[in-house]
Every structure is written in structure tokens, then in C-alpha cells.
DNA sequence: ATGAAGATTGCCT
DNA sequence: GGCAATCTTCATG
């Protein structure tokens, strides 16, 4: 049921691909929802320039150098969170997973009333506002945190304990959504972009767009 | 102390 | 396709 440790004690390049199918599931005292991995990414540790653990250790990724099966959670742009399953670290390197997106499968009222502000939409649309469509409830690695409530409250949790909030099963199986998996560049990096490490199911609708690193206009001096 | 960039998203034209 | 939002993190470009 739980995926075993061992599972993730391996590089993440290695690890990634397996993910996909795989549940995350993320209990709160409003409920529980969980979500299909459709998308993921690896990244290495010291070796890879795209990677936080590239610079070495610091409060930020420090959950990066510790134990396999633990999530790593950071805040980006003043707005977002995301998640991702540490792997085996080669030498006081590191390496993770970046969880990017998936299905919601269970709790999708309460993954929709998150990903929505104000009122819930009822029909198709709402004061003007479009309902939220079951296949982006969690599309984008930001998205999906939303969706399952995870926040850097949740850095460092064990997802391979049965009574953690937060923890990966392996998935139904579901032949639907178990499409071929292809590889790609990985989304919206500055460096090392040529590396193919992004792994999501082909066709599936709940992958996310690809997007190329656009780095932001530097704010104007004013004279 | 300070500033620049960021594993993104949603809304705009 | 373009750009603003928004603030933590890290290096001091």
C-alpha cells in the first residue's frame, strides 16, 4: 500500500519515472485528498546546476541532504509552494522529485474549494466566473500543492509512515491513465535546460504546458 | 543591509 | 504571447 523507503533510496532520475501512477495523499481535519501523478521532474544534487541543492546545504533545502522518503517544500515568488520526494543523495549531495501534477481522485470538492476564492461555483459557471475544470485542479506543481493544502509547515514530513498527514501509495493501476511515458526539458529552469529529466504521461490531460525559463524584467530605476 | 532572481500562475491584449 | 503579483532566499554581478 505505502510505498517502502527503499523505493525512494535511489537516484531521483531513477525514481522519477516510477512516481508517475503513484498517489499522494494529504489528510487534514478537513478532509483528505489525493491526487494521480501525471508529471514529474528529477533533480540531482551538487552535479546539477538547476537544482537548490546545487549550491550545497542551507536552511532552505536542508531537507534535501537528509533521508530518502521525506518531502521537501519551498515558497517561490512571494505566492507558491511545491513539493517534492527527497531521493538518494550520492556523497552529501542530494536529489528530489518535483511533483508537477496529476488527477485528482479523491476529495476533489475539497481540492476545488481550495483552488477557488470566494464561493464555490455551482453549475458550469458562477457570477460570472468559470467553474474550475476536474483536469486543472491540480495541473502545475503549484496548482497541486494548493489543491492538497501543502505548505512549508509539511518540509521534512515522512511519506512513508502510515500515520503521517502526508504519504505516497502506490496507485490502482488505473490503465486510463497509465499511458506511455514520455521525457522532456524540464519547465521554466534557467540552466541545464537542455537536460531531459521532465517525465509525464503522454496525452494526459492533466499534464501541464510546457513553458521555457523567461528571465523577468528587472525593475525600472526610476531617475 | 540590500538587491536580484525565482523548479509559477492568472489575467490582460 | 506578455506581464504583474508578491516575498523568501541567497549572495553581495
Known amino acids: 500500500m505505502l510505498i517502502p ?7 531521483s532520475v531513477e525514481v522519477a519515472p516510477d ?3 503513484c498517489v499522494l495523499e494529504h489528510e487534514t481535519a478537513d478532509g483528505l485528498v489525493a491526487v494521480e501523478l501525471s508529471e514529474v521532474e528529477a533533480y540531482a544534487g551538487r552535479s546539477d546546476p538547476a537544482s537548490h541543492a546545487y549550491r550545497g546545504k542551507t536552511q532552505r533545502n536542508a531537507v534535501m541532504f537528509g533521508p530518502p ?4 517544500v519551498y515558497f517561490t515568488y512571494g505566492m507558491h509552494f511545491c513539493v517534492n520526494m527527497v531521493c538518494l543523495g550520492e ?7 518535483l511533483l508537477r501534477a496529476g488527477a485528482i481522485i479523491a476529495g476533489e470538492d475539497l481540492a476545488r474549494a481550495r483552488r477557488t476564492r470566494g464561493p464555490i461555483p455551482e453549475g458550469p459557471v458562477f457570477e460570472g466566473r468559470a467553474r474550475l475544470a476536474s483536469r486543472d485542479l491540480a495541473r502545475g506543481p503549484a496548482r497541486l500543492c494548493q489543491a492538497l493544502g501543502i505548505d512549508r509547515s509539511l518540509d521534512g514530513a515522512d511519506v512513508c509512515v502510515a500515520g503521517s498527514p502526508l504519504r505516497v501509495r502506490a496507485g490502482a493501476g488505473n490503465p486510463a491513465r497509465s499511458g506511455r511515458i514520455v521525457t522532456g526539458p524540464r519547465v521554466g529552469v534557467s540552466s541545464a535546460a537542455e537536460i531531459p529529466w521532465r517525465f509525464w504521461y503522454d496525452g494526459d490531460p492533466t499534464v501541464s504546458v510546457y513553458r521555457a525559463h523567461v528571465p523577468r524584467q528587472r525593475k525600472l530605476v526610476t531617475p
Open 5 to 11: 523507503r527503499d523505493f525512494f533510496a535511489r537516484p
Open 19 to 21: 512516481l508517475l501512477g
Open 69 to 72: 522518503g521525506h518531502a521537501y
Open 91 to 97: 556523497q552529501g549531495s542530494a536529489s528530489a522529485v
